[in-house]
């Protein structure tokens, strides 16, 4: 979870640092714009070296740092 | 006999009731245009035919349009006056909002009931001075007073704000929130006072009169949309925005297509066994019609789907296709204006002959910065850096 606030911090553009917010904390609600949600995937994705199947591309998947980790396992076990 | 008008109307379905509000707009397109005026007659034509509240649920007291009939209503009526229905598109986008995100709000539900008995004009207010058409973010906030709130915001342009009986606008949630942390409510108008800080003296698209103005209020803090502005742009607004603004600007180009179809059977006739020189680009013209009504009801198809899982609607996918149909759409309809006016020649060009497409080529040169189609692309590119593009050919 350290690792997402520190992509978040660098790529998500938001207006209070990721380390102030709770897992489940609202990202659109902290100023997470579509624009910077994808730049925020494609930090993660060279970060964690996976790649966001087209399903998970949508709002939900990026509305809370325990959001994106959830996804982030979700892949990472798809493709163990 | 005295409500025999009203048993009509009722027998008759909506479509059907539309019929003779196009024929009013139709007599009074070039007067609007030259005049710059509101379409009042056709307003007050759709108000006696009631199709302002044709979207909402019949239990509300509307008629339960879907997306494809209401789209089909406005490139029926932008045939006729593309300005008459642009604003007819404009008042069902806000009208679908109310549909799709105000049934969980009592002060909602009563709003559209009176949305269709009343028939209510709605405004829409998210351009801002200092933002232009990016829609998701706001410098203006809500300033919250107990069970009231209050709101300034430089509205840029506000089409038929004059006429609004209603304004749907947007703004911060409040004074700390970020730019992109919006809520949407609806002011009545006599909520709000509208102060002229821009004309509206424009190319095309004069009837909307889009007039700038600086909007201030106070109203009862319910009337703000309990879910956030972000889900509402996204699940709805601007699926519908595209679809219905694509109705309208194809109902310009069908326009113009029938105009040089009459021009070129009128040549046809004066010389028998000759095929009139335009007659290959009209071929041409009419596929890129046909292109053009084929994104727009793929389209509605789409959002028809979209609709039953709320992932789907906020998917990165979806946006994309929905920005596509902007786009293209707003394309093609200039593109095949501007092919008219060569079939058409020096009657295409007139503004005073049967065969004009003049007003038709400023409307629809509007369409292509009805937000920015730079603006849409460059969103669109962004997107496509992760979505892969849907290659199945099943509706
Ligand atoms: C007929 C008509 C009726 C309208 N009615 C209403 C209404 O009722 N209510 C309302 O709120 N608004 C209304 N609008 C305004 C509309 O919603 C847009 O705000 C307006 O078209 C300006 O948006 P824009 O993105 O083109 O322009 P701006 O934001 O002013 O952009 C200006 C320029 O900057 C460039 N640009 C800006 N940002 C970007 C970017 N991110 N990427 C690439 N290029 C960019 C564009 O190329 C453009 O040339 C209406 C517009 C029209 C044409």
Redesign the pocket.
Same mark, same amino acid.
């Given at each position: 979870m350290d690792k997402i606030r520190a992509i978040l911090d660098q790529f998500g553009k938001l207006k209070v640092p990721a380390s102030s917010l709770a897992p489940d904390a609202d990202l659109y609600d902290a100023g997470l714009t579509s624009f910077a949600s994808v730049q925020l995937m494609l930090g993660l994705e060279e970060a964690f070296d996976v790649e966001f199947p087209e399903s998970m591309l949508n709002r939900k998947t990026f509305s809370s740092i325990a959001a994106i980790n959830r996804a982030i396992g979700e892949i990472t076990r798809a493709a163990a | 006999m005295a409500n025999a008008p009203a048993r009509v109307a009722h027998l008759q379905t909506p479509r059907q009731r539309l019929e003779s509000v196009i024929q009013i707009a139709r007599a009074h397109a070039s007067e609007v245009d030259c005049e710059n005026r509101f379409p009042a007659e056709t307003f007050e034509a759709l108000k006696r035919a009631r199709l302002l509240g044709v979207m909402i649920p019949a239990q509300y007291g509307g008629d339960s349009l879907s997306l494809a009939d209401i789209v089909d209503m406005c490139g029926a009526l932008g045939q006729a006056c593309a300005s008459s229905a642009?604003i007819f598109a404009?008042h069902q986008i806000k009208v679908s909002s109310l549909v799709t995100h105000g049934t969980e709000s009592a002060w909602h539900i009563d709003f559209m009931k009176r949305v269709a008995a009343e028939q209510l004009l709605l405004?829409?207010?998210?351009?801002?001075g200092g933002?232009?058409?990016? =829609?998701r973010s706001s410098i203006c906030a809500i300033e919250r007073d107990g069970a009231i709130f209050r709101l300034v915001k430089e509205?840029?342009?506000?089409?038929?704000?004059r006429q609004s009986d209603a304004i749907l606008i947007t703004a911060r949630s409040h004074s700390g929130a970020a730019s992109s942390d919006q809520v949407m409510a609806v002011v009545l108008r006599d909520q709000y006072a509208l102060e002229k800080t821009i004309d509206w003296d424009?190319l095309?698209?004069r009837g909307?009169c889009?007039e700038g103005f600086r909007f201030t209020c106070e109203a009862p803090a319910e009337q703000i949309f309990p879910h956030p502005f972000a889900e509402i742009a996204a699940q709805s607004m601007l699926a519908m925005a595209h679809l219905m603004w694509g109705g309208v600007w194809f109902g310009i180009a069908a326009d113009a297509v029938a105009r040089a179809q009459a021009y070129l059977r009128a040549e046809a006739r004066k010389r028998p066994g000759e095929k009139p020189p335009g007659a290959i680009r009209l071929a041409e013209t009419v596929g890129v019609l046909q292109e053009m009504k084929s994104v727009i009801v793929s389209g509605i198809s789409a959002y028809e789907r979209a609709k039953l899982r709320d992932e789907e609607l906020s998917s990165v996918g979806f946006s994309v296709a929905m920005n596509n149909v902007k786009v293209t759409t707003s394309q093609a309809a200039a593109d095949i204006v501007r092919d008219v006016l060569l079939i058409n020649g020096i009657y295409g060009y007139r503004n005073d002959s049967p065969y004009s497409v003049a007003r038709h080529m400023r409307d629809a040169l509007?369409a292509a910065?009805?937000? /920015?189609?730079?603006?849409i =692309?460059? /969103?669109t590119s962004n997107l496509l850096l992760v979505s892969k593009f849907d290659t199945s050919l099943v509706a």
């Open positions: - | 642009m404009m405004g829409s207010a998210t351009t801002e933002i232009g058409g990016d =829609l509205a840029n342009v506000i089409s038929y704000g424009t095309g698209m909307t889009s509007s910065i009805m937000i /920015n189609n730079d603006r =692309l460059g /969103n």
